[in-house]
């Protein structure tokens, strides 16, 4: 059947500017990774690509390398882009990378100019698109001049290949060079995707404070830390759940005592806040100024609209906010 997208999409999803630039996104952005590759069933793929749009997030997060097998997601979505979003590419952002494994030989990874083109042009063929919105440099090269890897973001942006450049993985003092170095290219750093959690803070130690002082946005992603911070694991380890089928994301061993300990007390006090732990959770990055949005995953349509609804309360009262840190800070 034809998509229709809803009328009301934008009614209720808020958008935030990112940094100091122009481009608004969504606070809740939609990562396409593993329920989006050759593997998974293409019409759940599909059927949550629509939902999010329906609820208002435009901004969609990819890499050359998503699936499995890699590729996959950005050949997917671009069939998705074609057959049902045709009219609408100008209401989204679409982002890709570059930087981690890729293809075979010295040219399949990390951060030189040849590398960094040659993703992005397979990208662009696999997604059906002249240009991506947002292109990031995956993970900092300890090997290439970092002026040489943030000479190709210019360049890919000069050439039009995409309109913003974006890094992910830098740390506090790589993200500084990396931002003066594109500054004075005249092609400032939009973006700087980032895990954070409550479980993950260390963004806290420095890092934040630089996108701030930079004005480079931020969007967090595994904001659930890996579906930890969800109701999923309270009562144990699902058999169907990522952590019981030992992938490489999410052990069992992650899902310490003390961790669960965490867990409940924050799910305890969501409850109070009529919130879920996966919504208190998102909401909790968003009521920093300088965390521009937060990409979610999703396996199904439900847990997307469970996530958006985060919105709805995003304030938190002081007693609230001293609650959770003494139980992030526990150490039992």
């Known amino acids: 059947m034809t998509y229709i997208p809803a009328k009301e999409r934008y009614d209720t999803m808020r958008y935030n500017y990112c940094g100091k630039s122009g481009l608004k996104l969504p606070a809740v952005s939609l990562g396409l990774w593993h329920n989006f590759g050759g593997v998974t069933l293409y019409e759940n793929s599909r059927s949550m690509i629509r939902k999010a749009f329906d609820l208002g997030i435009t901004h969609f997060d990819i890499a050359n390398n998503y699936g499995p097998p890699p590729g996959s997601a950005e050949e997917n979505f671009g069939r998705i882009l074609k057959s049902d979003f045709h ?51 995956h993970r900092p090269d300890p090997n290439t001049p970092l002026e040489e890897t943030m000479g190709a973001l210019d360049l890919i942006v000069r050439q039009g290949k995409a309109l913003y450049a974006g890094i992910s993985n830098y740390d ?19 973006i700087h995707q980032v895990r954070y959690s409550m479980l993950d803070r260390k963004p806290e130690r420095g890092l934040l404070d630089v996108l701030g002082q930079e004005g480079i946005g931020c969007i967090a992603f595994s904001p659930l830390a890996k579906g930890i911070l969800t109701d999923r694991y309270i009562n144990g380890i699902p058999s169907d759940s990522r952590a019981a089928k030992g992938g490489p994301f999410l052990k069992p061993e ?56 985060s919105l709805k309360n995003l304030d938190f009262s002081k007693e609230e906010l001293n609650d959770i840190e003494s139980i992030l800070s526990d150490t039992k």
Request: one cysteine or more; proline letters at 5%; glycine letters at 6%.
């Open 254 to 309: 992650d899902i310490t005592p003390q961790v669960m300990n965490k867990v409940i007390k924050l799910h305890a006090l969501a409850e109070k806040r009529g919130q879920s732990l996966a919504q208190m959770a998102l909401s909790w990055l968003l009521k920093d100024k300088r965390v521009t949005s937060v990409l979610i995953g999703a396996s199904k349509p439900e847990q997307i609209e469970d996530c958006v609804c």
């Open 172 to 190: 506090p003092e790589q993200t500084l060079k990396a931002s003066r170095i594109l500054k004075d290219l005249k092609t400032p750093c939009l």
């Open 87 to 137: 009219g609408y590419r100008d209401e989204m952002i679409i982002s890709t990378k570059a930087g981690y494994y890729m293809w075979p030989g010295p040219y399949g990874e990390w951060g030189s100019k040849k590398s960094i083109i040659a993703s992005l042009d397979q990208s662009l063929k696999r997604l059906g698109l002249d240009y991506v919105d947002i292109f990031y440099h």
